[in-house]
């Protein structure tokens, strides 16, 4: 009977696995730059030969970007789902807004109920902070705050999709982040003079899915997820059916 030889793995390559896993998981983000290398040395206790090593590994397959003299950076193409031309038309058609406010639907749902279940004490700090920011835009005397409101809306949906603890959701959020955040500010923009209660809807609804997944009650965030969902594309259906009708009347007027 033989036997095959156990080959130890080089240091630099358990170096690679643990950078691997921490932008996997989002430890690292995209255009993060990693500490000095002095410093990343002794916190993984190792040479820092071992660790350059580690670095131009990381470098070869695209996830770090070296800069002389600049530091090291996790690579931007970790964060982009989709190709830039891609999203800024999806920004600008109509219809494909339609079309995500259909995937947040399905995705939001699942990130808010693995979140419930999964979350954290750090999540839910991060959760807490989240909520209170978004609260914070509700409760401004502000005119037009629909840009903050905007991006503290898509930064409490990152935080719902950290918690879960999903990477392949995670990287789809973070990676539709500013299409989901433009998403928000126009939909916002279309509802609010629909219906004068939809600012205290849209916080009660939000308010409620952040108690749900706080308090660990897994299907009633998923339930008030879609929920939240569907009421946005039910005033938005009623924006439409009234721009409708008033480019009728326009009509009717050059007759």
């Known amino acids: 009977m033989s036997f095959a030889h156990i080959q130890q793995r080089r240091l630099s390559d358990e170096i690679v696995e643990q950078l691997e896993t921490m932008i996997l998981e989002g430890t690292l983000q995209a255009g993060e730059r990693l500490p000095a290398e002095r410093k990343l040395a002794e916190q993984f206790g190792v040479s820092r030969p071992s660790l350059r090593e580690a670095i131009q590994k990381l470098v070869a397959k695209g996830l770090l970007i070296s800069r002389q003299g600049g ?3 996790v690579s931007q193409e970790v964060g982009t789902t989709f190709s830039d031309p891609l999203l800024a038309l999806l920004a600008e058609k109509p219809d494909a807004q339609k079309d995500l ?4 639907h399905t995705l939001e749902g699942a990130c ?3 979140a419930a279940l999964r979350a954290t004490p750090a999540d839910h700090e991060r959760l807490d902070l989240a909520f209170a920011q978004l609260e914070a835009c509700y409760k401004s005397t502000t005119k037009d705050c629909r840009v903050e409101e905007g991006l503290a809306d898509a930064r409490f949906h990152l935080a719902i999709a950290e918690a879960s603890h999903n990477v392949v959701l995670l990287h ?10 433009g998403n928000v500010t ?4 279309g509802m609010y003079p629909q219906r004068s209660e939809t600012r205290d809807m849209l916080i009660e609804q939000h308010r409620a899915l952040y108690q749900a997944i706080q308090s660990g009650q897994a299907e009633q965030a998923r339930q008030l997820s879609n929920q939240h969902i569907e009421y946005v594309c039910e005033v938005l259906a009623e924006v439409d059916e009234e721009q409708l009708r008033v480019q009728r009347s326009e009509r009717r007027k050059r007759i």
Request: positive net charge; proline residues 0%.
């Open 112 to 114: 808010a109920y693995y």
């Open 101 to 104: 406010l259909e995937f947040r």
């Open 186 to 189: 126009t939909n916002i923009g």
């Open 71 to 73: 530091g090291n950076y």
């Open 172 to 181: 789809t959020i973070r990676g539709l982040f500013d299409l989901l955040r």
